[in-house]
């Protein structure tokens, strides 16, 4: 399995970015996608998740109601919509793909497949 981000650029304070992230390969099993992001010396960091068929969506607490997630089962795609950013939303964008259908607080060890990465640079 293999995923594949992108979107990420250097946008200003108030602005919107979608990120998306595609997956490819071999994998019947229903899934959980996740976005995470990491800045330097600092720890991963959830951000949103949507369970298979979208049926229950999580944000982490600095995100919510600025972003919204959602995911296209049929192309195998998951997208962010980050609007109203902040310089503090700087960071490199993870998505991430789980067998886990449920969790209470999404860590990244709940993930088993990652993406590469994509840079988002909010300037104030």
């Known amino acids: 399995v293999q995923l594949q981000a992108s979107g990420g650029g250097l946008v200003q304070a108030g602005d919107s970015l979608r990120l998306s992230c595609a997956v490819s390969?071999?994998?019947?099993?229903?899934?959980?996608m996740g976005w995470f992001r990491q800045t330097p010396g600092q720890e991963r960091e959830f951000v949103s998740a949507v369970t298979w068929k979208s049926s229950r969506k999580s944000y982490g607490a600095s995100v919510k109601d600025r972003f919204t997630i959602s995911r296209d089962d049929a192309k195998n795609t998951v997208d962010l919509q980050m609007n109203s950013l902040k310089p503090e939303d700087t960071a490199v964008y993870y998505c991430a793909a789980s067998s886990r259908m449920s969790a209470v607080n999404w860590r990244p060890s709940d993930f088993t497949f990652w993406g590469q990465g994509t840079q988002v640079t909010v300037s104030s």
């Open positions: 390969g071999r994998w019947t099993s229903p899934y959980t």
